[in-house]
């Protein structure tokens, strides 16, 4: 079957187009062999017809749906540059992903944005792992190269090539970022750095703004980084190649200079650099030119800081650095210099004395600016052996200016490469093996192309060369281990272009013969060139408009070339006599850079890289080294280099011109793959077997094409013979040792045909199953039919038998009705002649009984009427018998009546009434007083009003009392006055009466009043309440927010605190290695050698140092003492004296520390501490105001609250319970405080004869009599020490009761503690923590002895802090404290503690690392899986021979499993608290998840249906693990949530848009990140999956925006994170003598039992 039978209708192939450079359509007919033109549909719906006829030919195939996105363009299908464009593209677009592998190339788009996939967390993904099934990356290629390495011991080459704006600044940073972790993780040194900070150096000399990228390097260079023995970092190496010189003089519009310039000139107002008098940019000639000095989004003066920090890690002195500024600012004021035409018709020039910016140039360089002047305007010539001296143009003159600017930064950058080489270079040892990488200038093609591109083109012809060789090699050494036939291949090879520029007379000779001509000029050397090589050799052409170009046929592209200024760029003249004053400068550096090189010889590298020094002999004759010349010798060089070497490609595409990010500009991409060499390798690999299958993976592949001869025995000879029924064509495949090879398109040839064959079977089998289910239905259909006519008869014959019947019924049913009509009838007649009968009797007894009736009611009539009649008359009689006796009574009554008013009218009676008023005014009065407690306002109302009455009262009594007396007095003698009196009583009456009313109405006033005061009270009273409670709800709140923000805090505290511990234990390692190292130092000078330089960390170890000045105040804010890497202090002691003197740190003069490395990491420690300890306070502090704060809120609320509130009382003892949980806070930080420092760790002894002579200290205390207590003789306390803790076996304490050691020294110490001597106690205690220290460090990977000295110190801890004079024992009556105070040694015990668990992790996490992937991702535990997947195409390799599969064997849960048994058991034999246990296995868990979630997320294969649930059954392994022991409530099981929601993501549906809802509501535990980058990786492994489409990850994408996180947006998981340990206190058991069991192996029998 051939290729062209794919073309089939609704096949999908590629057109040109001149907007997309391909577009993808759709055929509509099957194609023919013989067809002009092929029927097409456009992605618009337009159908048009596309002709077939060569040179176009049939267009290219289209890869399946299946393939988009592929990580590796070689394993597409169809390898052509549409393919390669459109992979690009998505993968671009779509996933994000702008690292693409091509075989042996890693293809790097610039996505002109901050991308978050270069942290600490994706190196530690990238390192040691195996790089092939990683997703592409540029770290990959860094550790394969750096694997590469390791395991050949070859040297390696990393060649980074793109054209300018494209990243390759970036990937070399990268790059060697990635190798300064790697390599430098295991050596405490600064050479690391010192690689890293040169990079921020060569930027700034080197790089500059240009209209296609902000930071464009204008120089190639190649760092060799070299390695020692065991892998780490010792020293590098830098070559440059063609600096662009002529940007220091000219900027074309919208670029800019160097940008040390632009930093320098932004940071001038320094008060270091005024005296250099730096302007502004937009003032100076060399900086200006562009128009635009400002970089977008750039700080000129914070990068110039990032240039001065690196220049002081790199050892260059700050007075060297003003030195190289002073030369800087020369340049750019020797650009200002005016330099004036005169003389007839301009022939002369000259300077004015009084040029300021010639002054300030020659101020700054010390040289005369007279005789700069002079020789800047005249030249020197030799005629007929004599010198004249011979004016120059003003045009000449500038000409001149800008050749002496140009050579004279020239000159400083080559001193500076030279310089940063020496502070790189490997001094402790040689270098076994080396890393270049070379960051070059990319094929460039502008409008107009002078000399530089000539340069930078040849260099990629010779790198293209290069590049084609190793890739054929590479394919060669593939058919040589396959025993193939490898002289089939062909492959373009350019040497005939590289022939035409560098062979013999050659572009490059014709060019350095006309430069040697004294009359030489561009036009004849064009004329030679023509005259050479046009009609002579085919890649070099003539214009035909122009006689001053010619055109070369490179590798990338027709190249243009104009010939004007080629030979002054390579002449590169520059006069002696400036030269010659620049080296009599009064400045060093500035002599040093013109000083004369020695005459013959070759030149050193870097001057051949960097060209144009002309000295020694050369310089007094005009036959000088041309820039070609030397750059062609350095090309040579760097050439040989990368051959001696496995290279590795980086190729750095831009997306577009216009700097937008993700935007892809398919025109320029498709340029630069044709000429970066990517499409190249394509066509190599296309041009021989691209596609590679395994016998066995053919077989499992392609099984249902081998028809009958299919044997499971020999696979190799069944696909052998079943292959050429297949592709009938020998030469489009082959056959190996291990595997079948294919030309271009034959793999889509067998897709086609095994598609066919499936399709064919697919069609057959349903065809069977077709007609089966149609049989089947119609048997049914019959079966059916017999019973529904079955039914039907049935149904017909009892419908007649049920006719039948009901005839037969019918007659009965009429017979028997009318038999009953007629019996009704009679019955109907008969009942109703009895009726009549019956009312008729009725009729006739109720009239006779009727009648009798009335005669009875007329005689009961008439006996009523004659007894009413008597009546009548009884009551006549007895009425007027009644009238008249009221007659008499009457008048009885009214004569009495008369009497009784006479009687009222006496005072006794009126005495009476007053008397009963009285009383009912006493009761208003009380009932007022009852009123006036309730309101003061009421009291004061009624006591007014009684007092009123009583004086009206008393009134009255008095006035009746004098009228009772005139009474008296006038009773016989006054009878005419009785009615004045009785008138006046009748008064008073009315008056009294009107006031009690008015008493009465004042009352029910009040009492309205005291009832709306009282409603009033009430609402007052529910509102206080509901006051009441928002406010205790707002202070409970309140509270619980402190408390809650005070515990964080904590955890904070503690997090940093032990991270702080963790690098104090760095330093104490580190202190060791130092003392080590200045033993080795001591030794070998005492030996007689003698180093001139090293590249030791702390300089004072060596030596021999090279003496330092004093340091500048850059260097003094270049301290940090917090930081772990500053490891650098200088030789004088007055920058650390400054930072104690800053942080109030006291010296110590009392001790002296032997050693200067001692010293000075003592004194940084103690800074350290005394910077945490500001920290600490200042938080206090803040603390201490919040709890202010909340008491005066609270003192607010007691105020406002009413006394006696019992809701108040209990929020007030809240309050008071939080509060001492704020003071025990408070004491806990007072406690962090005082951290141990390298002083007390070192000097234990020294500090107790202190303490015991402190006058302050207390005296002995009064010995205590306990018993139960071991005592040690002071003599004897090292030897206790040494066999209880240092000495002792591993074997010998695992059968040990836990804590034995810890249980034995606190009976010493106690025993201590009881004979008074405090100073014993504090020694034994130090000397305890000293020595566990020690055998920790001497069982550095012992599980069980790590754990039995966390298990000691964590229980002589607990007993000394149960025991302390601070701790509350009234609670225990048995337990006495200690007089000793031991909370120093309990801080320390607590460090300790923190340590041996952080060991104890250090250990478990080093042994789980290299299995946690092969365990958790590659290990197949369910049986089954693995058969269902399929082929996964390898990317090539760089290196000659292949990687060795890695053995899995043994990497599977039960290895993972058995290590965290092995922890479990260690800790568990201790007896350690489960909680403690529970923190351990959250930290292992938490690395278990990280590190599988982040290797998932870097690897394609692993992102399929069946490696999810694989995932989710070892986890499953754990969890079971977990539970088993009783793990899982400490976080375990939440640390593997990720991972557990990551493996439900890969075997969810992935198909509509409630799969997404449920798929964003499932996976809430991973960031979007995280869950977008594994829909895009995801690959079905088998024909029953379907691809994730990009309509629904653009649907999850849409759903997740709305997703709010808590944690930060990043894609891979920080396996550095370390959760907080915390050790609960448990009050361990009381501990005697008697309750101990020590062997006599341990031998401490020199113990006494007291």
């Known amino acids: 079957m051939a290729t062209t039978e794919l073309y089939t209708k609704g096949a999908c192939v590629w057109v040109p187009d001149p907007e997309a450079v391909w577009v993808s359509v759709q055929l509509l007919q099957d194609y023919h062999s013989g067809d002009q033109h092929i029927l097409i549909q456009l992605s618009d719906g337009r159908e048009m017809e596309y002709p077939v006829l060569p040179p176009a030919g049939l267009p290219p195939l289209g890869n399946p749906e299946i393939l988009e996105g592929e990580n590796d363009l070689t394993a597409l299908t169809f390898l052509h540059e549409p393919a390669v464009l459109h992979n690009l593209r998505v993968r671009f677009l779509d996933y994000n992903s702008i690292y693409t592998y091509c075989g042996i190339v890693l293809v790097a788009l610039n996505p002109y944005e901050q991308l978050p996939i270069y942290g600490e967390e994706v190196i530690d993904a990238y390192s040691g792992q195996d790089t092939a099934d990683m997703e592409p990356h540029i770290f990959s290629v860094a550790e394969e190269a750096y694997c590469t390495m390791t395991r050949e011991e070859k040297n390696q080459s990393i060649i980074i090539s793109g054209e300018s704006g494209s990243g390759k600044t970036v990937s070399a940073k990268y790059t060697m970022r990635y190798f300064a972790v790697v390599g430098g993780a295991a050596q405490q040194t600064s050479v690391e750095e010192k690689v890293l900070a040169s990079n921020p150096i060569m930027e700034a000399i080197g790089n500059a703004k240009t209209t296609r990228n902000d930071n464009s390097s204008r120089f190639g260079k190649y760092i060799e980084i070299g390695f020692g023995r065991k892998g780490d970092i010792i020293g590098a190496n830098m070559k440059t190649y063609l600096l662009e010189k002529s940007r220091v003089v000219f900027q074309a519009a919208e670029e800019r200079n160097y940008h040390i310039f632009y930093q320098l000139c932004a940071s001038r107002d320094l008060p270091e650099l005024r005296t250099l008098k730096f302007d502004s940019a937009e003032n100076f000639h060399y900086t200006n030119q562009g128009q635009d000095v400002h970089i977008p989004g750039t700080d000129d003066v914070v990068e110039l800081e990032r240039t001065r920090n690196a220049f002081t890690i790199l050892g260059v002195q700050p007075d060297q650095q003003m030195e190289i500024f002073r030369i800087l600012a020369a340049i750019l004021h020797l650009g200002n210099v005016n330099i004036q035409a005169s003389g007839r018709g301009g022939d002369r020039s000259y300077i004015n004395a009084d040029d300021r910016s010639l002054s300030v140039f020659a101020k700054l360089l010390g040289v005369e600016g007279a005789q700069m002047a002079q020789w800047l305007c005249h030249r020197r010539l030799a005629v007929g052996g004599e010198m004249l001296v011979k004016p120059m143009t003003g045009q000449q003159a500038n000409e001149a200016r800008d050749a002496l600017a140009k050579h004279v930064y020239e000159q400083l950058f080559t001193w500076t490469v030279q310089r940063l080489n020496s502070s790189l270079r490997a001094h402790r040892e040689q270098p076994k093996s080396f890393i270049g990488v070379l960051d070059i200038y990319g094929f460039e093609t502008f409008d107009r192309n002078s000399f530089e591109q000539f340069c930078i083109n040849y260099a990629n012809e010779k790198l293209q060369q290069q590049f084609n060789r190793h890739v054929f090699q590479l394919e060669q050494e593939e058919y040589l281990r396959e025993e193939l036939p490898w002289n089939r291949i062909e492959f373009s090879d350019n040497q005939p272009c590289i022939t035409l520029i560098e062979g013999q007379l050659g572009l490059l000779d014709l060019l350095d013969e006309e430069c040697r001509m004294p009359k030489g000029s561009d036009e004849n050397w064009a004329r030679k060139v023509y005259d050479q090589h046009l009609n002579h050799s085919p890649y070099f052409r003539k214009p035909r408009m122009s006689n001053s170009a010619f055109i070369i046929v490179h590798f990338a592209d027709l190249v243009q070339y104009e010939c004007d200024g080629f030979l002054d760029k390579s002449r590169d003249t520059v006069f002696e006599e400036p030269i010659n004053i620049l080296r009599a400068s009064q400045s060093e550096l500035v002599a040093e850079l013109f000083q004369k090189e020695s005459a013959g010889g070759s030149l050193p590298n870097s001057s051949l890289a960097n060209g144009s020094v002309r000295s020694g002999k050369r310089a007094h004759r005009e036959h000088k080294l041309t820039v070609g010349f030397q750059f062609r010798q350095s090309l040579h060089l760097l050439m040989d280099t990368l051959n001696s070497t496995t290279p590795h490609y980086v190729r750095c595409i831009k997306s577009n011109d216009v700097k937008q990010p993700f935007l892809f500009d398919p025109k320029r991409a498709v340029q630069q793959l044709r000429a970066c060499g990517v499409l190249e390798t394509i066509r190599i690999s296309a041009a021989g077997y691209p596609s590679r299958w395994t016998y066995e993976e053919f077989f499992t592949r392609y099984r249902v094409l081998l028809h009958d001869s299919v044997s499971q025995d020999d696979v190799r000879r069944s696909c052998q013979s079943a292959l050429p029924n297949l592709i009938p064509d020998p030469e489009q495949y082959c056959f190996g040792k291990t595997k079948v090879f294919f030309r271009a398109g034959q793999v889509a040839v067998l897709e086609k045909l095994r598609g066919d064959r499936l399709s064919a079977a697919g069609v057959l089998i349903q065809s069977w199953v077709r007609g089966w289910l149609q049989r089947r239905r119609y048997q049914r259909l019959r079966w059916a039919t017999f019973i529904l006519q079955r039914y039907t008869r049935g149904t017909l014959a009892r419908r007649l038998a049920w006719t039948l019947r009901y005839t037969r019924v019918a007659l009965i049913i009429q017979k028997t009705y009318r038999m009953l009509a007629v019996r009704q009838l009679y019955m109907t007649i008969r009942e109703a002649t009895i009726k009549i009968q019956a009312f008729i009797r009725g009729t006739q007894a109720r009239r006779i009984y009727r009648q009798m009736l009335t005669e009875r009611a007329v005689v009961f009539l008439q006996a009523q009427v004659r007894g009413w009649l008597a009546r009548c008359s009884f009551r006549r009689v007895r009425t007027a018998v009644v009238l008249l006796q009221s007659c008499v009574r009457r008048r009885a009554a009214r004569k009495e009546l008369l009497c009784l008013r006479a009687e009222a009218r006496s005072v006794e009676k009126f005495r009476e009434l007053n008397k009963g008023m009285e009383v009912k005014l006493m009761q208003l009065q009380l009932r007022a007083d009852q009123q006036a407690r309730e309101s003061a306002s009421l009291r004061e109302i009624l006591q007014a009003e009684r007092g009123a009455h009583s004086s009206e009262l008393e009134q009255l009594r008095s006035s009746l009392l004098k009228l009772q007396i005139q009474l008296q007095e006038n009773a016989n003698t006054a009878p005419l006055l009785a009615d004045k009196q009785e008138e006046d009583m009748r008064k008073a009456e009315e008056k009294a009466a009107q006031e009690i009313l008015q008493l009465t109405q004042e009352i029910q006033t009040l009492r309205f009043e005291r009832d709306s005061l009282e409603k009033e009270m009430d609402d007052l009273a529910i509102r206080l309440q509901d006051q009441e409670k928002a406010q205790e709800e707002s202070r409970q709140q309140s509270v619980d927010q402190a408390g809650a923000s005070v515990q964080a805090e904590l955890e904070e505290e503690r997090r940093r605190y032990q991270?702080?511990?963790?690098?104090?234990?760095?330093?104490?390692?580190?202190?060791?290695?130092?003392?080590?190292?200045?033993?080795?130092?001591?030794?070998?000078?005492?030996?007689?050698?003698?180093?001139?330089?090293?590249?030791?960390?702390?300089?004072?170890?060596?030596?021999?140092?090279?003496?330092?000045?004093?340091?500048?105040?850059?260097?003094?804010?270049?301290?940090?003492?917090?930081?772990?890497?500053?490891?650098?202090?200088?030789?004088?002691?007055?920058?650390?004296?400054?930072?104690?003197?800053?942080?109030?740190?006291?010296?110590?003069?009392?001790?002296?520390?032997?050693?200067?490395?001692?010293?000075?990491?003592?004194?940084?420690?103690?800074?350290?501490?005394?910077?945490?300890?500001?920290?600490?306070?200042?938080?206090?502090?803040?603390?201490?105001?919040?709890?202010?704060?909340?008491?005066?809120?609270?003192?607010?609320?007691?105020?406002?609250?009413?006394?006696?509130?019992?809701?108040?009382?209990?929020?007030?003892?809240?309050?008071?319970?939080?509060?001492?949980?704020?003071?025990?806070?408070?004491?806990?930080?007072?406690?962090?405080?005082?951290?141990?420092?390298?002083?007390?760790?070192?000097?234990?002894?020294?500090?107790?004869?202190?303490?015991?002579?402190?006058?302050?200290?207390?005296?002995?205390?009064?010995?205590?009599?306990?018993?139960?207590?071991?005592?040690?003789?002071?003599?004897?306390?090292?030897?206790?020490?040494?066999?209880?803790?240092?000495?002792?076996?591993?074997?010998?304490?695992?059968?040990?009761?836990?804590?034995?050691?810890?249980?034995?020294?606190?009976?010493?110490?106690?025993?201590?503690?009881?004979?008074?001597?405090?100073?014993?106690?504090?020694?034994?205690?130090?000397?305890?923590?000293?020595?566990?220290?020690?055998?920790?460090?001497?069982?550095?990977?012992?599980?069980?002895?790590?754990?039995?000295?966390?298990?000691?110190?964590?229980?002589?801890?607990?007993?000394?802090?149960?025991?302390?004079?601070?701790?509350?024992?009234?609670?225990?009556?048995?337990?006495?404290?200690?007089?000793?105070?031991?909370?120093?040694?309990?801080?320390?015990?607590?460090?300790?503690?923190?340590?041996?668990?952080?060991?104890?992790?250090?250990?478990?996490?080093?042994?789980?690392?290299?299995?946690?992937?092969?365990?958790?991702?590659?290990?197949?535990?369910?049986?089954?899986?693995?058969?269902?997947?399929?082929?996964?195409?390898?990317?090539?390799?760089?290196?000659?021979?292949?990687?060795?599969?890695?053995?899995?064997?043994?990497?599977?849960?039960?290895?993972?499993?058995?290590?965290?048994?092995?922890?479990?058991?260690?800790?568990?034999?201790?007896?350690?608290?489960?909680?403690?246990?529970?923190?351990?296995?959250?930290?292992?868990?938490?690395?278990?998840?990280?590190?599988?979630?982040?290797?998932?997320?870097?690897?394609?294969?692993?992102?399929?249906?069946?490696?999810?649930?694989?995932?989710?059954?070892?986890?499953?392994?754990?969890?079971?693990?977990?539970?088993?022991?009783?793990?899982?409530?400490?976080?375990?099981?939440?640390?593997?949530?990720?991972?557990?929601?990551?493996?439900?993501?890969?075997?969810?549906?992935?198909?509509?848009?409630?799969?997404?809802?449920?798929?964003?509501?499932?996976?809430?535990?991973?960031?979007?990140?995280?869950?977008?980058?594994?829909?895009?990786?995801?690959?079905?492994?088998?024909?029953?999956?379907?691809?994730?489409?990009?309509?629904?990850?653009?649907?999850?994408?849409?759903?997740?925006?709305?997703?709010?996180?808590?944690?930060?947006?990043?894609?891979?998981?920080?396996?550095?994170?370390?959760?907080?340990?915390?050790?609960?206190?448990?009050?361990?058991?009381?501990?005697?003598?008697?309750?101990?069991?020590?062997?006599?192996?341990?031998?401490?029998?020199?113990?006494?039992?007291?």
């Open 1059 to 1650: 991270s702080l511990l963790r690098e104090f234990t760095r330093l104490e390692q580190r202190y060791d290695n130092l003392r080590d190292m200045s033993l080795f130092t001591t030794n070998e000078h005492s030996r007689g050698h003698r180093r001139t330089d090293s590249t030791v960390s702390l300089e004072p170890l060596s030596p021999v140092t090279t003496p330092f000045s004093s340091p500048s105040p850059e260097e003094i804010r270049r301290i940090s003492v917090t930081s772990p890497t500053d490891r650098r202090p200088w030789s004088h002691e007055q920058p650390l004296n400054i930072l104690m003197e800053d942080m109030s740190v006291a010296k110590d003069t009392a001790e002296r520390m032997k050693g200067e490395d001692l010293r000075y990491a003592y004194d940084a420690v103690r800074v350290a501490n005394k910077f945490l300890e500001t920290q600490l306070l200042s938080q206090r502090g803040q603390w201490e105001q919040e709890i202010s704060a909340l008491r005066m809120k609270l003192q607010q609320a007691h105020e406002r609250d009413t006394p006696g509130d019992p809701e108040l009382n209990e929020l007030t003892e809240q309050v008071a319970v939080r509060e001492q949980e704020c003071v025990r806070l408070r004491r806990e930080l007072k406690e962090l405080k005082h951290t141990v420092s390298l002083r007390r760790i070192l000097s234990y002894a020294g500090l107790a004869i202190a303490a015991s002579q402190d006058p302050t200290s207390p005296g002995p205390q009064k010995s205590q009599t306990l018993s139960g207590l071991l005592e040690c003789r002071k003599r004897d306390e090292s030897k206790l020490i040494k066999h209880l803790i240092t000495d002792v076996r591993a074997e010998g304490v695992l059968s040990l009761s836990p804590g034995l050691a810890a249980r034995v020294l606190f009976l010493c110490v106690r025993q201590a503690d009881c004979s008074g001597d405090q100073t014993r106690v504090k020694g034994l205690c130090g000397a305890a923590v000293s020595a566990i220290k020690t055998a920790m460090k001497k069982h550095g990977n012992d599980l069980d002895m790590t754990a039995v000295w966390l298990k000691n110190a964590y229980l002589l801890k607990d007993l000394l802090h149960q025991h302390s004079p601070q701790q509350d024992v009234r609670g225990c009556e048995e337990l006495v404290p200690l007089v000793t105070d031991v909370q120093e040694c309990v801080r320390a015990l607590s460090d300790l503690c923190i340590q041996a668990y952080q060991q104890l992790l250090s250990i478990s996490e080093s042994h789980l690392q290299p299995m946690i992937v092969p365990a958790m991702l590659e290990s197949e535990t369910i049986p089954g899986l693995a058969g269902s997947s399929v082929k996964s195409v390898a990317r090539k390799r760089a290196g000659s021979d292949p990687r060795p599969p890695a053995s899995t064997e043994g990497t599977t849960m039960s290895a993972v499993l058995r290590e965290l048994s092995a922890l479990h058991t260690a800790l568990s034999r201790q007896d350690l608290p489960s909680a403690l246990l529970e923190q351990a296995f959250r930290q292992l868990m938490y690395l278990l998840a990280a590190t599988t979630l982040n290797s998932l997320l870097l690897r394609k294969d692993m992102c399929c249906w069946n490696r999810g649930l694989q995932i989710r059954y070892n986890v499953s392994l754990l969890e079971e693990w977990l539970r088993s022991r009783s793990l899982q409530a400490g976080g375990a099981v939440s640390a593997l949530e990720p991972l557990i929601q990551a493996a439900q993501l890969l075997q969810m549906s992935k198909k509509t848009e409630a799969d997404g809802q449920a798929m964003v509501q499932t996976c809430n535990a991973m960031s979007n990140q995280q869950l977008v980058k594994i829909l895009s990786l995801y690959t079905p492994q088998s024909d029953l999956e379907e691809r994730v489409t990009l309509n629904f990850i653009r649907i999850v994408q849409g759903l997740l925006k709305g997703r709010s996180e808590g944690q930060p947006p990043q894609l891979l998981m920080d396996v550095r994170r370390v959760f907080p340990v915390t050790f609960p206190y448990q009050p361990p058991p009381q501990v005697t003598a008697a309750q101990l069991e020590i062997p006599e192996s341990l031998k401490i029998s020199f113990l006494r039992r007291v």
